[in-house]
């Protein structure tokens, strides 16, 4: 009965890569009892906010409530597969179901399109379903060796051996979890294929829209490609808004880790990484973006727990997942 615990102690400080795997393929496999999608998103949860944990490795349970109705969001109101439980609906869907009905709010609307006082609303009753049906569930799967919980405090702490571990096997950790979550939604939902339903899956994370982005960033820097340096005013040049790490490895959005770009270089660029000599770039931009939170509420929230180190340990993690592509203009 872990899921009914409301603190869980990490259980062992440092524990090897072979058993982190040990682990994952358990929780992972038919070996986890599973009447639910849950435990996938919550680690689908963990994944898009690997760079967001402050110093001392925690995330608030509103970081990770946040991602995880964005996932439900996606399965549920988008693609009307509300079949995420055995038995009776899970919680989840009830509470999304009801918001999209009572507001009549279109399939095609994604998470952050809708009204915020409505994405709060949302966030805040799945962070209570959270608390009684997830964190402890999957606690007890990997024997309180990934991470520590206080639902009185609102916040979970990765192992820091574990987290170090997610960054380094980042992308097949994403791939896995996005093939078992599919399969087992599969057979809960009268569906075509599991091709079919791979998609739906991968694509949770991403934002339908980067235009608040790219407003807030023409707002303080120059109109002008961050690759080529080239004016972004001219009528051949349109602007687009970057992942400089890509964003099938990031798997989120993140202010820290979006420039301006003109259509050509994000068109050459794709799926790649720039050069190292970009790195020192986005850096020192992202210091000017820094100096902008006292007056800024927006860049504050943005920026949170942002740290130089936290870009240059993911443009190293990339290519150790095989983003090894080094693409320039």
């Known amino acids: 009965m872990s899921h009914k615990l409301k603190v869980g102690e990490l259980q062992e400080t440092y524990i090897?890569?072979?058993?982190?795997?040990?682990?994952?393929?358990?929780?992972?496999?038919?070996?986890s009892v599973k009447s639910s999608t849950y435990k996938y998103a919550l680690i689908k949860s963990l994944i898009e906010n690997l760079y967001q944990i402050n110093d001392q490795f925690e995330l608030t349970y509103d970081q990770l409530a946040y991602s995880f109705t964005k996932i439900?969001?996606?399965?549920?109101?988008h693609h009307n597969l509300v079949k995420q439980n055995r038995g009776k609906n899970a919680r989840v869907v009830t509470i999304i179901k009801e918001a999209q009905m009572k507001?009549?709010?279109?399939?095609?609307?994604?998470?952050?399109?809708?009204?915020?006082d409505l994405q709060v609303k949302l966030v805040s009753q799945v962070k209570r379903t959270m608390k009684e049906n997830v964190y402890g569930a999957l606690y007890g799967d990997t024997r309180g060796n990934f991470y520590a919980?206080?639902?009185?405090?609102?916040?979970?702490?990765l192992n820091p051996v574990v987290h170090r571990f997610m960054l380094n096997y980042q992308?097949?950790?994403?791939?896995?979890?996005?093939?078992?979550?599919?399969t087992m939604i599969e057979k809960l939902n009268e569906v075509p294929s599991i091709n079919y339903l791979l998609g739906k899956?991968?694509?949770?994370?991403?934002?339908?829209?980067?235009?608040?982005?790219?407003?807030?960033?023409?707002?303080y820097f120059d109109s002008t490609c961050f690759y080529c340096g080239k004016s972004l005013a001219s009528r051949n040049r349109q602007t687009h808004v970057d992942h400089f790490i890509p964003w099938s490895f990031v798997q989120s959005d993140q202010i820290w880790n979006?420039?301006?770009s003109c259509n050509t270089c994000n068109s050459s660029k794709?799926?790649?990484?720039?050069?190292?000599?970009?790195?020192?770039?986005i850096i020192e931009r992202n210091n000017e973006l820094n100096k902008q939170k006292q007056e800024d509420t927006d860049v504050k929230k943005l920026m949170t727990n942002y740290k130089d180190k936290k870009i240059i340990l993911l443009y190293d993690y990339s290519i150790k997942n095989g983003f090894d592509t080094i693409w320039s203009p």
Not at 72 to 77: C, G, H, K, T
Not at 201 to 219: D, G, M, Q
């Open 72 to 77: 439900y969001w996606n399965l549920i109101a």
């Open 103 to 116: 507001h009549g709010i279109p399939a095609e609307i994604s998470f952050d399109k809708i009204d915020l």
């Open 149 to 157: 919980f206080d639902h009185k405090q609102e916040c979970l702490r």
């Open 270 to 281: 794709s799926d790649k990484l720039p050069t190292r000599d970009y790195l020192g770039v």
């Open 16 to 31: 090897t890569d072979e058993d982190i795997w040990r682990i994952f393929t358990i929780v992972l496999s038919s070996k």
């Open 258 to 260: 979006l420039v301006l």
């Open 171 to 182: 992308r097949l950790i994403v791939n896995l979890t996005n093939y078992h979550m599919a």
């Open 201 to 219: 899956v991968e694509s949770i994370a991403r934002r339908s829209s980067l235009h608040p982005f790219e407003k807030l960033l023409l707002h």
